[in-house]
């Protein structure tokens, strides 16, 4: 049998079982799911901001990442399978 880590790179998906875990409320499989989707989460809360000099820089508005992770733990608790 393959083990989590050759199976995630395979198919890029979170296991079934790592979902269902996670859905009844296990904090290791709940940072599974965080640290899947964490590439996502930082993508989505990176803005753009300007300095003094008018030159952009973008930086992840962690606030903003906070929020994104709690809303998905609080979803992946609900997910009933």
């Given at each position: 049998?393959?083990?989590?880590?050759?199976?995630?790179?395979?198919?890029?998906?979170?296991?079934?079982?790592?979902?269902?875990?996670?859905?009844?409320?296990?904090?290791?499989?709940?940072?599974?799911?965080?640290?899947?989707?964490?590439g996502?989460?930082?993508?989505?809360?990176?803005?753009?901001?300007?300095?003094?000099?008018?030159?952009?820089?973008?930086?992840?508005?962690?606030?903003?990442?906070?929020?994104?992770?709690?809303?998905?733990?609080?979803?992946?608790?609900?997910?009933?399978?």
């Amino acid at each position: 049998m393959k083990n989590k880590a050759q199976y995630k790179e395979k198919n890029d998906l979170l296991p079934f079982y790592t979902i269902k875990a996670a859905s009844s409320g296990d904090i290791t499989a709940l940072s599974e799911v965080l640290e899947h989707y964490e590439g996502y989460i930082i993508k989505l809360s990176t803005t753009k901001m300007y300095d003094k000099y008018g030159r952009i820089h973008y930086c992840v508005d962690e606030t903003l990442r906070r929020r994104l992770e709690t809303k998905l733990i609080t979803k992946t608790l609900e997910f009933k399978i």
